[in-house]
């Protein structure tokens, strides 16, 4: 279960919780990886540079699951341990890069494969490279926590996260909704000096604007859970 920290908004921001060395270790590490060829868990172009499947890429970068202040959030988000880290991913925003990142939640999670008995409640079930990507019942995601690490210092000027705050509270809900959606919950701009860690529920509704500046806006995304999968399921990732 998670703690009532992130229950109420939906989100919390840790403005100061990597010191600058830290912080730029971990950009070291990923810049300095080279491009590999035909590696589907990279993907490289003018608005966009992402990598999925960020810890089994870049191995070195797992130093960071240990790290005090990483763990002194999620003992804050969760009622039991152990988590392990689900997912991970790097964003980079470039400057000027026209990714616009549309409102949603976040449903899915990635598992090694898909069995021929598939559990009760686990649904839109698509191949990826090397995993699937499965929609699970809502109580693995109520119980699932987004650790954004900025890298950068991140604004409004270069794509930072706008929220519908407590927007989880109903679960999930179809973007069909998401007029009303609007309507109740109040948008905020989610700015976060570098350093920062922004935590969020999956089930929160968030989008990104265009980055209007020159300055990158490269982010660190851990996705962290204390529940353990259904037989014959496994996590895709799954970093303890």
Same mark, same amino acid.
């Given at each position: 279960?998670?703690?009532?920290?992130?229950?109420?908004?939906?989100?919390?921001?840790?403005?100061?919780?990597?010191?600058?060395?830290?912080?730029?270790?971990?950009?070291?590490? +990923?810049?300095?990886?080279?491009? *590999? @060829?035909? /590696?589907?868990?990279?993907?490289? =172009? %003018? $608005? &966009?540079?992402?990598?999925?499947?960020?810890?089994?890429?870049?191995?070195?970068?797992?130093?960071?699951?240990?790290?005090?202040?990483?763990?002194?959030?999620?003992?804050?988000?969760?009622?039991?341990?152990?988590?392990?880290?689900?997912?991970? +991913?790097?964003?980079?925003?470039? *400057? @000027?890069? /026209?990714?616009?990142?549309?409102? =949603? %939640? $976040? &449903?899915?999670?990635?598992?090694?494969?898909?069995?021929?008995?598939?559990?009760?409640?686990?649904?839109?079930?698509?191949?990826?490279?090397?995993?699937?990507?499965?929609?699970?019942?809502?109580?693995?995601?109520?119980?699932?926590?987004?650790?954004?690490?900025?890298?950068?210092?991140?604004?409004? /000027?270069?794509?930072?996260?706008?929220?519908?705050?407590?927007?989880?509270?109903?679960?999930?809900?179809?973007?069909?909704?998401?007029?009303?959606?609007?309507?109740?919950?109040?948008?905020?701009?989610?700015?976060?000096?570098?350093?920062?860690?922004?935590?969020?529920?999956?089930?929160?509704?968030?989008?990104?604007?265009?980055?209007?500046?020159?300055?990158?806006?490269?982010?660190?995304?851990?996705?962290?859970?204390?529940?353990?999968?259904?037989?014959?399921?496994?996590?895709?990732?799954?970093?303890?």
């Amino acid at each position: 279960m998670i703690k009532t920290q992130i229950l109420e908004k939906g989100y919390v921001i840790y403005p100061n919780a990597l010191p600058a060395q830290v912080t730029q270790e971990l950009l070291n590490q +990923i810049i300095h990886t080279p491009l *590999p @060829q035909d /590696n589907s868990y990279f993907r490289a =172009h %003018q $608005d &966009l540079f992402a990598i999925r499947n960020l810890l089994g890429e870049i191995p070195s970068l797992k130093t960071i699951l240990k790290n005090n202040q990483v763990q002194q959030i999620l003992q804050q988000q969760f009622l039991t341990l152990p988590v392990r880290c689900i997912k991970a +991913i790097y964003f980079d925003k470039p *400057p @000027q890069s /026209n990714w616009v990142v549309n409102w =949603h %939640q $976040d &449903l899915t999670i990635n598992v090694k494969q898909k069995p021929n008995d598939v559990p009760k409640g686990f649904k839109k079930w698509i191949k990826k490279a090397g995993f699937w990507s499965v929609q699970p019942p809502v109580n693995y995601l109520e119980n699932i926590v987004t650790l954004r690490i900025h890298l950068d210092e991140c604004t409004v /000027n270069n794509g930072a996260l706008k929220v519908l705050e407590a927007s989880h509270i109903p679960g999930i809900k179809p973007s069909q909704n998401l007029t009303d959606l609007k309507k109740t919950y109040n948008e905020i701009t989610c700015e976060v000096p570098k350093g920062g860690i922004f935590v969020m529920s999956p089930l929160l509704w968030h989008a990104s604007s265009k980055n209007k500046s020159m300055r990158h806006r490269r982010v660190i995304h851990l996705e962290f859970s204390n529940l353990k999968l259904p037989e014959h399921l496994e996590w895709f990732e799954g970093q303890a």
